[in-house]
């Protein structure tokens, strides 16, 4: 039988050395060694990392590269970045956010991520976010499996036309119920909100990504109805509450309750790295807290942890390249996840972990799981964080959707052109580094 693509010599994020992976008909048919059948394409990844692809749980794809529209965020704070979006929806069109969405998307893909949940304003009574980005959803399926959360931006009591609009997001099809129940006037209105909310996801049988305790105050503690609300009305395994920055600055006695009730509810949570640190700490002088979430305790817990990439030159964030990479490697820098075992888990949580929080159905490098993966010039995860590895493969149903030369050195101490594996850099090498070679090709 022949087959649509064959790779030979790979490793995988398990450990596995020279393997080969065979692909049909958007499959993953055999993972196995000395694979010899005919294939369309062959592709020898000469030892490198053949990894699935990378995942964002937590995006703003309604907001990606505003930057600059109608003006740039000043102080780079939270409340500013608010206060700026407010100021820019009523100038946004269906054209132009679809028009910045899909550049984005096509970045996303020269990067290997082909999985994104985006959270999009709900509080524009014309919902042209919402309309924007189900004809990007469907544009884009093909290379990227885009989820859309009904995200009350502005509160959902707090915007007095929220709930209404939410409930018509999720009739035009949006996917997921969200919130932000620290946004809200009062802690009292935050509760009502997301008890509202989620029997809302409930009634519908959708998932929960609700924006949660997004703040310094330790005692935002809007995490604790959230896992109450999964319990109560069986959404299990279904619920997540991102950033969840309050956490940092809670004491450890009340942590050491709130955790158990997480892990006993199955509620899942995501980090943005990027974002929170960049954001949150902005009241403190020294020491400056860093406002990452407590991601080394709740792995402990069972907790299923994900990392975000949030915003990419945005009203909040100036910065940005869609590179999951990035976010696990300030992840494990902000949280001090530095043995080991501790970096290998912030690659799964930008794969594995966001794609469960995602519930991504045949993901995986893994015989008839979906034939989706990322080539990567390293030999293992860890080296692919520490060097953001260059994705010289990405494919997508089985076919090679984008491509990237390798990383070479313009000349190695015999004066010949040099491929640079990460695993050649050491403190002691002596390597000439010129101009890096990075192109990357799509064929979408």
């Known amino acids: 039988m022949s087959l649509d693509l064959l790779v030979k010599n790979a490793v995988l994020t398990t450990g596995e050395t020279s393997v080969d992976i065979a692909v049909k008909a958007g499959k993953i048919t ?9 294939a369309e394409r062959v592709i020898d990844a000469q030892g490198q990392l053949v990894s699935a692809p990378f995942v964002d749980p937590h995006f703003h794809m309604d907001a990606t590269l505003s930057l600059g529209l109608p003006r740039m965020n000043e102080s780079g704070t939270l409340l500013e970045g608010i206060s700026l979006w407010g100021e820019l929806k009523p100038l946004l069109t ?23 949940r985006t959270h999009v304003d709900v509080c524009d009574d014309r919902l042209l976010g919402v309309e924007a980005l189900l004809d990007v959803k469907q544009r884009i399926a093909p290379y990227i499996d885009l989820q859309l959360v009904a995200f009350p931006q502005d509160g959902f009591y707090r915007s007095p036309t929220a709930e209404n609009n939410l409930l018509r997001a999720l009739d035009m ?36 990504d609700m924006h949660c305790d997004e703040s310094d105050d330790p005692l935002s503690r ?9 319990q109560r009305l069986g959404l299990q395994g279904r619920v997540t509450g991102s950033h969840l920055t309050s956490m940092h600055s809670m004491d450890n006695y009340y942590v050491s309750k709130l955790l158990p009730l997480m892990a006993e509810a199955d509620v899942c949570a995501i980090a943005n790295p990027l974002i929170n640190i960049m954001l949150q700490g902005r009241h403190d002088t020294y020491p400056k807290r860093r406002g990452q979430t407590r991601v080394r305790e709740m792995r402990e817990y069972g907790i299923t942890v ?26 494990l820098h902000v949280g001090q996840l530095s043995s080991r075992d501790d970096i290998r888990y912030c690659y799964e949580a930008v794969t594995t972990n966001s794609a469960k929080i995602m519930g991504l159905e045949g993901y995986g490098v893994k015989v008839g799981g979906n034939a989706d993966f990322v080539l990567l010039q390293a030999e293992d995860a860890i080296e692919a964080i520490r060097m953001k590895a260059t994705r010289l493969a990405v494919v997508r149903c089985g076919k090679v959707i984008a491509e990237t030369a390798p990383r070479i050195t313009n000349l190695s101490l015999e004066g010949r052109p040099k491929t640079v594996n990460a695993a050649d850099y050491s403190p002691n090498d002596n390597a000439q580094n010129g101009d890096n070679t990075r ?4 064929a979408l």
Request: proline letters at 2%; charged letters at 25%.
């Open 173 to 208: 099809g949006v996917d997921v119920v969200g919130g932000i129940p620290h946004f809200e006037r009062t802690m009292e209105d935050g509760t009502r909100s997301v008890k509202a909310l989620m029997e809302i996801a409930a009634k519908r049988g959708l998932r929960v």
């Open 94 to 116: 269906i054209d132009a956010v679809v028009e910045r969405a899909l550049r984005y998307c096509d970045l996303a893909v020269s990067q290997g991520l082909l999985a994104i």
């Open 439 to 442: 192109q990357t090709t799509l």
């Open 306 to 331: 994900g990392f975000g990439h949030d915003c990419v030159m945005d009203p909040w964030y100036s910065l940005g390249n869609a590179d999951m990479l990035e976010v696990a490697g300030m992840g």
């Open 222 to 230: 809007h995490i604790e109805t959230l896992a109450y609300e999964t």
């Open 30 to 38: 055999a993972i196995e060694k000395g694979i010899t059948a005919e």
